[in-house]
């Protein structure tokens, strides 16, 4: 214990992962020198965790990946700071005591068990919890028990010390809420980091989560704001960057369309066209408070409901489904498949060319997608049902449900909005800066913390295949085979390139 001084702390879990080691020890200096003199302790899971994010069926080989590359890391970082330490937390550590759930607070237990379905979804791009099997149900469990551990077991650290600051990775996952809603619980400022487009673009944010709609909105116009004389030219920058497919903040995911394409399926349409943009949800609908205002519908239904309706008079309807929905479940694209046979569906592998087909569009609905704003640009009306990050951007007819939707539609109500949020949006992405000095994005997959690679030996990547591969056959991935030469690569190189 460290009753008698300042501190601050770091929760070194995910380790045999990168880029959130390097994001984790650079992020993690940041602090450190911010408050120079404040300790800082790194807590390394030691094969504490019965479930994680990185090793959901607890894989002896994953966690040896995990423990070496978190003591490698350490070691790097107490060369560079001298005034930290490592405290390793092994399973005794967190589950000595029995744990029983129903004593917890219950806006606590809700926290807990959104960072599981978050997790379990983000794994299997599922949003419906009922639909798991019995190994993934077991895992589930696991997962949450050791949720619970995580909270008890910092919840009392937090309480004994002094601590200033808890840095952590990302926030929404089953190895995050415990240490949030624990850093809540005792005032402590919870620090979360993470990075976009595999690694080349940091973020951080202070007591609030990445997806919450306070922190787009924010940092959006503090950027705008500060490059404002410059903010049309670097909207126009960024959107023609889109177009050509260039990743700027994100992964290009029109990439395989082609340009200024447009399905015959669709062409072939007689009336004016509805397009209706869909998206996978599941980051969204487990985000906890910042959301729960807002009631996220089920973008399916929403769909059979718009269909169904008086708009089928007056418009034909197009469902756009994103580009990285073609790993969504299986029991979700059974949905789409069975409700192609209602409408127009171009599926995700389908070449249609996003962009063109807003422009084809008479209005655009969206649901969660950021596509919103770029149709706000192209200067189409959008409808947006339900909540969105950008939603106080004022680039769409906000309403609640599906039935609103149509009432504005059909009564001619909505109005192209503002280009203003869309430039604003634009402009933060163009360039949004968040310094970690200590860290650098070499090229996909490659990372340095202090100019140091920190990997695994060659013999331990090959001793986890198998773990891996196992993994990739439980989650039904179908995509093992094509991307063969990338994991080949990544495994020999000990790299993380993605396609």
């Not at 487009?197 to 950027?223: A, L």
Request: glycine residues 2%; contains cysteine; proline residues 3%.
């Amino acid at each position: 214990m460290y009753p008698k001084e300042k501190i601050n702390i770091s929760f070194l879990n995910l380790a045999a992962q990168s880029p959130s080691l390097e994001l984790n020890l650079a992020f993690s200096e940041k602090i450190h020198i911010e408050n120079k003199k404040n300790k800082h302790l790194f807590f390394m899971c030691d094969a504490a965790l019965k479930s994680c994010s990185v090793n959901v069926f607890n894989k002896k080989s994953i966690c040896k990946i995990c423990r070496y590359k978190a003591e490698k890391g350490f070691n790097e970082f107490k060369k560079r700071n001298k005034n930290s330490d490592l405290i390793k937390v092994n399973r005794s550590d967190l589950f000595s005591l029995n744990i029983n759930h129903d004593e917890f607070d219950v806006n606590v237990q809700k926290e807990l068990l959104l960072g599981v379905h978050s997790t379990i979804g983000s794994q299997l791009r599922l949003d419906d919890m009922s639909l798991l099997d019995g190994r993934w149900r077991k895992v589930k469990d696991r997962m949450l028990d050791s949720s619970y551990a995580l909270f008890t077991y910092f919840n009392h650290f937090l309480s004994k010390n002094n601590v200033n600051n808890f840095i952590i990775f990302n926030g929404r996952l089953s190895c995050a809420r415990p240490l949030i809603e624990s850093s809540k619980k005792n005032k402590v400022n919870y620090n979360l980091f993470d990075a976009g487009v595999n690694g080349k673009v940091p973020m951080y944010s202070t007591n609030e989560m990445f997806h919450s709609i306070e922190f787009e909105k924010r940092n959006s116009f503090i950027t705008y704001l500060k490059y404002f004389r410059e903010s049309r030219n670097l909207a126009a920058k960024y959107f023609s960057y889109k177009r050509k497919k260039i990743p700027i903040n994100d992964v290009a995911y029109t990439k395989n369309q082609i340009d200024n394409h447009i399905d015959d399926s669709v062409r072939n349409l007689s009336k004016p066209i509805i397009s209706v943009f869909v998206s996978s949800d599941d980051e969204y609908r487990f985000i906890g408070s910042d959301w729960s205002k807002y009631k996220i519908l089920d973008q399916i239904e929403s769909i059979k409901e718009l269909i169904s309706s008086k708009l089928s008079d007056k418009f034909d309807f197009v469902i756009k489904m994103h580009p990285n929905q073609k790993s969504i479940h299986k029991s979700t694209m059974n949905k789409y498949k069975l409700l192609s046979n209602d409408v127009t569906v171009l599926f995700p592998e389908n070449f249609t060319d996003s962009y063109a087909l807003i422009e084809y569009s008479e209005l655009v609905i969206n649901f969660c997608s950021s596509i919103a704003v770029e149709a706000n640009y192209l200067r189409k009306p959008v409808v947006q049902i339900g909540p969105s990050k950008f939603i106080k951007f004022s680039i769409a007819n906000f309403v609640e449900s599906t039935q609103d939707a149509i009432e504005l539609i059909f009564n001619n109500k909505y109005k192209v909005m503002p280009v203003r949020g869309s430039i604003i949006s634009f402009t933060y992405y163009m360039k949004s800066s968040f310094a970690l000095p200590a860290y650098k994005f070499i090229e996909d997959g490659v990372y340095s913390y202090g100019d140091v690679f920190l990997k695994t030996p060659l013999y331990m990547r090959l001793i986890a295949v198998p773990a891996k591969l196992f993994v990739h056959i439980v989650k039904g991935d179908r995509q093992i085979l094509s991307n063969f030469s990338l994991y080949f690569k990544n495994l020999i190189f000990g790299i993380t390139k993605v396609k």
